[in-house]
């Protein structure tokens, strides 16, 4: 196997590089001809050894809301790639949930020992409309699919969120992003049908030198079956928030709380969430 430049590896023997680091990205040769790699934190180091010495490794950055799906996506990437292999972002643009959203998000990170970085977009709620931002107005109840939960949509949200996600994981040398939208989203949010999820995917494989992969795992499942993933990777329910309300205790009725009982009651999985209604 030949080394490729901009790829990360792992050593095969299983040691870190310098500093203690799992994996470097693979930048050059020595005078000697030994592999150089840059490793997280801007340092660099070289390595005695054959191209055979080392294993690619698939990076993943996860769009991590908070929510019920994101965590659940970021369990499953744990699962498969490795904590040292995945990297949570989480946006505040300026939601009315965003802050319990942030603090649920950041304690999952915590516990799975997972890489998070906030990224703040205050221009989302100064300029954009929308009852899901703080400078909206109220949120309507009733179900998720509901002809008027369509005020809650913020224009172009996921497009927005995926370009700077996509430009995060060329600039850290991952592969791919991850998102977290399902069937049932396709109802009201135009940025998370099938269609939208292959262009973006295809723009941001063409817009990028590595090529990035956005891969959007639940897309042809829906909540209930999400529940079901997320009860047996051991998901911590309760660090997960998903009123659009932003109170302490989720409402109870509005559409996404009303999506999150019906998640666990056909699921089958106990609900820990305190509702008000």
Same mark, same amino acid.
């Given at each position: 196997?030949?080394?490729?430049?901009?790829?990360?590896?792992?050593?095969?023997?299983?040691?870190?590089?310098?500093?203690?680091?799992?994996?470097?990205?693979?930048?050059?040769?020595?005078?000697?001809?030994?592999?150089?790699?840059?490793?997280?934190?801007?340092?660099?180091? %070289?390595?005695?050894?054959?191209?055979?010495?080392?294993?690619?490794?698939?990076?993943?950055?996860?769009?991590?809301?908070?929510?019920?799906?994101?965590?659940? %996506?970021?369990?499953?990437?744990?699962?498969?790639?490795?904590?040292?292999?995945?990297? %949570?972002?989480?946006?505040?643009?300026?939601?009315?949930?965003?802050?319990?959203?942030?603090?649920?998000?950041?304690?999952?990170?915590?516990?799975?020992?997972?890489?998070?970085?906030?990224?703040?977009?205050?221009?989302?709620?100064?300029?954009?409309?929308?009852?899901?931002?703080?400078?909206?107005?109220?949120?309507?109840?009733?179900?998720?699919?509901?002809?008027?939960?369509?005020?809650?949509?913020?224009?172009?949200?996921?497009?927005?969120?995926?370009?700077?996600?996509?430009?995060?994981?060329?600039?850290?040398?991952?592969?791919?992003?991850?998102?977290?939208?399902?069937?049932?989203?396709? %109802?009201?949010?135009?940025?998370?049908?099938?269609?939208?999820?292959?262009?973006?995917?295809?723009?941001?494989?063409?817009?990028?030198?590595?090529?990035?992969?956005?891969?959007?795992?639940?897309?042809?499942?829906?909540?209930?079956?999400?529940?079901?993933?997320?009860?047996?990777?051991?998901?911590?329910?309760?660090?997960?928030?998903?009123?659009?309300?932003?109170?302490?205790?989720?409402?109870?009725?509005?559409?996404?709380?009303?999506?999150?009982?019906?998640?666990?009651?056909?699921?089958?999985?106990?609900?820990?969430?305190?509702?008000?209604?």
């Amino acid at each position: 196997m030949k080394l490729k430049l901009g790829t990360r590896y792992k050593r095969n023997d299983g040691l870190p590089f310098s500093f203690g680091e799992p994996y470097g990205e693979f930048v050059g040769r020595t005078a000697q001809g030994w592999p150089r790699f840059d490793l997280p934190g801007r340092k660099t180091c %070289a390595v005695n050894g054959t191209d055979d010495g080392f294993s690619q490794v698939f990076g993943h950055v996860v769009v991590l809301s908070g929510g019920m799906d994101s965590t659940v %996506a970021l369990y499953n990437a744990v699962d498969k790639l490795g904590k040292e292999n995945v990297r %949570a972002i989480t946006f505040n643009y300026g939601s009315k949930h965003n802050a319990k959203e942030y603090r649920c998000a950041s304690n999952t990170c915590e516990e799975l020992g997972v890489l998070h970085q906030r990224i703040d977009l205050p221009f989302v709620d100064a300029l954009f409309k929308s009852d899901l931002l703080i400078s909206g107005g109220g949120i309507p109840d009733g179900h998720y699919a509901d002809e008027n939960m369509k005020s809650t949509v913020v224009p172009f949200r996921n497009g927005i969120m995926l370009s700077i996600a996509c430009g995060l994981a060329e600039s850290w040398a991952f592969d791919c992003v991850v998102i977290g939208n399902h069937e049932g989203d396709h %109802a009201i949010y135009p940025d998370c049908t099938t269609g939208f999820i292959d262009s973006m995917g295809l723009a941001m494989r063409d817009g990028t030198y590595k090529q990035i992969e956005l891969i959007s795992p639940f897309n042809r499942i829906r909540k209930e079956d999400i529940a079901v993933i997320g009860d047996r990777l051991g998901v911590n329910w309760n660090e997960t928030y998903s009123c659009y309300k932003g109170d302490v205790e989720h409402c109870g009725t509005c559409g996404t709380c009303t999506e999150r009982k019906e998640a666990f009651e056909i699921a089958g999985i106990e609900d820990p969430t305190t509702y008000k209604n």
